[in-house]
């Protein structure tokens, strides 16, 4: 089984799904979204907090691949592990299914970091 840095359990709710019954393709990006926000808030930092430094972290790309649909009420787990590449922060991201275990979704989120107008080498997050 793949080890991650943070996890966070998350349940679909129904405004969540389309017409087909199953979670809207947007959706998976904002459970990834949320999960990002709760790994920073779980290291004691908050963006607010980052912002009012004068530290804000941007998404530069986004890659989802679909794998197995969620479905109204299905409990899953949002999963992250961070890792530097360069200037960017890579967060790889995974959405497992709780009840079988599937993988719903993968996601590479790159991030970059500016401190005071300036990119920097997204230092602030990887020292925890």
Known sequence: MKTYQ????IKVRDYECDLQGVVNNSNYQRYMEHT???FLESLGENFGAMHKKGVDAFVSRVDIQYKNSLRSGDIFISALNLRKEGPKLIFDQDIIRQSDGKLAARGRVEVVVVEN??????DILTRY
């Not at 943070?6 to 359990?9: D, K, Q, R, S």
């Not at 107008?117 to 997204?122: C, D, F, N």
């Open 36 to 38: 990002r926000h709760e």
């Open 6 to 9: 943070f996890e966070l359990t």
């Open 117 to 122: 107008g300036k990119l920097t080498r997204g």
